[in-house]
């Protein structure tokens, strides 16, 4: 398991979603964090092998907070 935090000038969703391909690309499971409907729907669209798939900043906040 690894994170990879993507950072690019102005179009943003466009390098996450080239970085998103190129990891599925090599056979990885990725997943993306956002609350972008269009970046998400990108990502799924990458393949349907269940291997790319976003969640919510609510759910990356869920997880960072203590039980």
Do not use: K
């Not at 970046?39 to 798939?53: K, M, N, W, Y």
């Amino acid at each position: 398991c690894a994170v990879e935090i993507v950072r690019a000038p102005g179009a943003g969703d466009n390098a996450i979603v080239a970085a998103a391909a190129e990891r599925h690309a090599a056979g990885d499971r990725v997943f993306v964090v956002t609350s972008d409907r269009g970046l998400s729907e990108r990502i799924v669209a990458l393949g349907t092998d269940g291997r790319a798939e976003t969640r919510s900043v609510r759910w990356l906040r869920d997880q960072l907070e203590p039980s």
